[in-house]
């Protein structure tokens, strides 16, 4: 996700193997956990929004579809990522943890007092289905918009933090073709 319509930093598509699973469940239990799905799956653009990052735990949140309908205000055209519900499909993820200062810091970027994005609260499952609560964010009614490709630097932003946390291998290749076609588009 990214509200305003400046660059985004990179993001290292070297897999996070250094920190294992059960290793990032454990630093996630001692914070509130926020669910990133767009391109604040890239740690390098967390780490610059929150000043601070500790490993992510992989999720998924079920009955629920990414899509590419929160519209920029600032650009005609431009797209941001979302969740919306929808029975039958799954939007993978991670759950970082956050202090209070942290989602403060998300709220400002994700642009929560204009409307951009609200917070929602969300059950999710980490592998072997453990069930995990978190906080995420979605688009604002007034910010919602026919669905789209976004930009090619946002979406290889997203893409690179995807591999880089190791979304499983059919969630990836779908994220790639979502980013490259969208419904309508030939």
């Keep these: 996700m990214n509200v305003n319509d ?15 699973q059960p290793a990032a469940a454990a630093a996630a239990a001692a914070a509130p956990l926020y669910f990133a799905y767009g391109s604040n799956l890239c740690p390098a653009q967390m780490q ?3 000043g601070c990052l500790a490993p992510g735990l992989l999720c998924q949140l079920e009955g629920h579809r990414l899509l590419f309908n929160k519209r920029s205000s600032t650009t005609v055209g431009r ?15 991670v759950c970082y943890p ?9 709220d400002r970027h994700e642009g929560v007092q204009g409307g951009h994005y609200q917070r929602l609260s969300v059950q999710l499952w980490a592998r072997g289905g453990t069930p995990v609560k978190a906080v995420t964010y979605v688009a604002g009614p ?3 918009c ?17 591999h880089h946390h ?8 779908g994220l790639a073709a979502l980013t490259n076609t969208m419904p309508g588009e030939r």
């Design 6 to 20: 400046n660059g985004a930093p990179g993001c290292s598509s070297q897999p996070a193997h250094a920190v294992p």
């Design 146 to 162: 026919e669905a789209r490709r976004p930009e090619p630097l946002y979406a290889q932003l997203i893409l690179d933090g995807a």
């Design 79 to 93: 797209v941001f990522a979302n969740i919306v519900p929808a029975p039958g499909h799954t939007v993978w993820g």
């Design 98 to 106: 956050c202090s209070p200062a942290m989602f403060e810091a998300l």
């Design 48 to 50: 610059q929004r929150t």
């Design 166 to 173: 190791g979304l499983p291998t059919d969630y990836l290749a």
């Design 142 to 144: 007034d910010f919602v």
